[in-house]
């Protein structure tokens, strides 16, 4: 009996030993990745009661650091599209502190808004999944650059399927993610010449299951939301495959965004459960190689409601700006740094 005594005694204490070391790398793991916090704003934006604020797609921030918003007003969701146009003011400026409106456009010109970018020149760029086109404005709201044929889809170099996404280079080249119908990023110039495409659908390295949104950090490598695959994956500036971070707990990968100031890659993505119970979105931070630093949301460190995020931007105070297209919102986070 002693000897048996004396075995289950070491046998609990190897136990103990083993369980205080997991816990321990738990909680420094867990210290790591949560050593920065955001907070959500809850004053922030102030809209006028009378707005219809729709579906907000697509984010950005000019070079005033102030909000751009692309949403869909009173359109929504529907196949096949509608034939009109949305007559509601679909471009918002939103003043960085207060939230309130500086600017409004944008009626009568699109069917199904989806991307939004500005580049280092503040010039305007939306893709229009209804017109299966990619517009170019200048900050006055002047159409610059049409590229597509509206109405009409295809997979060469002069029409898209679905275009979701635009990400412009310094040099003023550009990156199209094309999209829902094709699975494909396509490289123009700045004056909008077809240079070359990667990618085709699948779910190995460089191929895609709707990349929905792109965007380039300053070493020009690109960063692309595969969102069916639920994935991030990096290239560099002539599509060849550099590297992927994978989700493993949800279904779809919706955004990315680069803070270039502190050299941040930003994700978010969304979960449901059997097509019908609404999980939320969570917010992801990374380093440039995809490795994960941090993590909130629908699993921790929120108190804001259930939430599809559908593009994310990040300003020069790091406060992240995020789309909701499940409540129809715009949320604003700001971080807290760690002591």
Avoid at 42 to 54: I, R, S
Wanted: glycine share 8%.
């Amino acid at each position: 009996m002693k000897n048996k005594a004396k075995k289950f005694l070491c046998l609990l204490t190897i136990l103990l030993t083993i369980g205080c070391k997991y816990s321990k790398k738990n909680k420094l793991t867990k210290e790591v990745i949560h050593s920065d916090s955001y907070e959500l704003v809850k004053d922030w934006p102030n809209l006028p009661e009378d707005l219809v604020l729709g579906n907000p797609t697509g984010l950005a921030i000019n070079s005033n650091n102030n909000i751009m918003v692309f949403h869909r007003g009173s359109r929504v969701w529907e196949e096949p599209f509608p034939d009109d146009k949305i007559q509601e003011n679909t471009i918002l400026t939103l003043d960085q502190k207060t939230g309130k409106i500086l600017k409004s456009w944008g009626a009568d010109l699109f069917v199904m808004p989806h991307g939004l970018e500005i580049d280092n020149e503040n010039n305007i760029w939306v893709t229009d999944v209804g017109l299966h086109q990619v517009f170019k404005f200048s900050s006055d709201g002047v159409l610059l650059l049409t590229l597509g044929k509206a109405r009409f889809f295809g997979n060469d170099t002069s029409h898209f399927y679905l275009p979701t996404d635009v990400a412009v280079a310094d040099d003023g080249s550009f990156y199209v993610s094309d999209g829902y119908g094709n699975s494909r990023v396509i490289k123009f110039s700045k004056d909008g010449k077809y240079l070359f495409e990667w990618g085709e659908f699948g779910n190995k390295e460089g191929e895609f299951n709707i990349p929905h949104a792109i965007d380039l950090d300053k070493n020009g490598n690109i960063y692309v939301a595969d969102r069916e695959n639920n994935r991030i994956q990096k290239f560099d500036a002539k599509g060849n495959f550099i590297t992927l971070w994978q989700n493993e707990t949800t279904e779809q990968l919706y955004s990315v965004a680069i803070d270039s100031k502190n050299d941040y890659l930003f994700g978010i993505d969304y979960m449901f459960v059997n097509d019908t119970i609404v999980k939320g979105s969570d917010i992801f931070r990374f380093d440039l190689n995809t490795n994960l630093e941090l993590q909130f949301g629908r699993s921790s460190f929120y108190d804001g409601p259930i939430s599809r995020y559908h593009d994310i931007v990040i300003d020069d105070e790091e406060s992240i700006y995020v789309g909701d297209i499940l409540g129809n919102k715009i949320q604003k986070f700001r971080l807290k740094k760690a002591d």
